[in-house]
Every structure is written in structure tokens, then in C-alpha cells.
């Protein structure tokens, strides 16, 4: 999924006067979190994205839904709408920690054989 992508969608099911500037800033920001996550589990550094419209974002399908629902999420807190605001976060965190959970059984390092004395 593009950015473009990501905001689009996420601007067809919550309208909102959120600038477009603001949310790519925001999603900037986040797959900076993200990769910093990758960075961390792979033992190295993560550079911080800088990102244009059609910049592929990290997150791989199925878990790239949760762009959609962090931005829905920033966007509802930004109109001090924070029952649903909550509600966004939770699907939000719900797909992050499944995106996580299957990042760290792919790249788990191969278990050694076991030492037979």
C-alpha cells in the first residue's frame, strides 16, 4: 500500500479537514516507529523514512490495514472524538501486535542443533 493509498481510504470512511500534509507527516512518523521495530529484532539501525504520496509504506498486506486505522485514529483525537478515537486504536494496536508477533517468527534465528556429548 501507498501513502496516497492509505490516506485516501482512510479519508472515504472518516471526511475530515485533517491537511494531507498532516497525515503523510503522520504516517511518516509511524513507519519510522515501525522500522525502528524491524531494526531492533534484526540487531541493527533504522533510518527514518522520509516519505512522498506514492512512497511504499512497511507493513505488508494483511496487516496493512492498520495505516487506515491509525490514521482514522490520529484524525479522531485531532476532533476530540475519543470514544472512537479508542476504538481506532484498538484495531490499530490489534493489527500491529498480530504485524509484530508474525515479524518475529520470520526472522527468528534457526535453532542450533543440540549438543550430543
Given at each position: 500500500?501507498?501513502?496516497?493509498?492509505?490516506?485516501?481510504?482512510?479519508?472515504?470512511?472518516?471526511?475530515?479537514?485533517?491537511?494531507?500534509?498532516?497525515?503523510?507527516?503522520?504516517?511518516?512518523?509511524?513507519?519510522?516507529?515501525?522500522?525502528?521495530?524491524?531494526?531492533?529484532?534484526?540487531?541493527?539501525?533504522?533510518?527514518?523514512?522520509?516519505?512522498?504520496?506514492?512512497?511504499?509504506?512497511?507493513?505488508?498486506?494483511?496487516?496493512?490495514?492498520?495505516?487506515?486505522?491509525?490514521?482514522?485514529?490520529?484524525?479522531?483525537?485531532?476532533?476530540?472524538?475519543y470514544g472512537r478515537y479508542?476504538?481506532?486504536?484498538?484495531?490499530?494496536?490489534?493489527?500491529?501486535?498480530?504485524?509484530?508477533?508474525?515479524?518475529?517468527?520470520?526472522?527468528?534465528?534457526?535453532?542450533?542443533?543440540?549438543?550430543?556429548?
Amino acid at each position: 500500500m501507498t501513502a496516497q493509498e492509505a490516506i485516501d481510504r482512510a479519508d472515504a470512511l472518516l471526511p475530515n479537514p485533517v491537511e494531507e500534509a498532516e497525515k503523510l507527516r503522520w504516517l511518516e512518523a509511524l513507519d519510522g516507529q515501525l522500522l525502528g521495530e524491524l531494526a531492533a529484532l534484526r540487531g541493527g539501525e533504522a533510518a527514518q523514512p522520509s516519505y512522498a504520496a506514492e512512497s511504499r509504506l512497511t507493513v505488508e498486506p494483511p496487516w496493512d490495514e492498520l495505516y487506515i486505522h491509525y490514521l482514522q485514529a490520529k484524525i479522531l483525537y485531532v476532533l476530540a472524538e475519543y470514544g472512537r478515537y479508542q476504538n481506532a486504536m484498538g484495531q490499530f494496536n490489534s493489527l500491529y501486535l498480530s504485524w509484530i508477533a508474525a515479524r518475529i517468527r520470520a526472522e527468528r534465528p534457526k535453532a542450533a542443533p543440540p549438543v550430543r556429548y
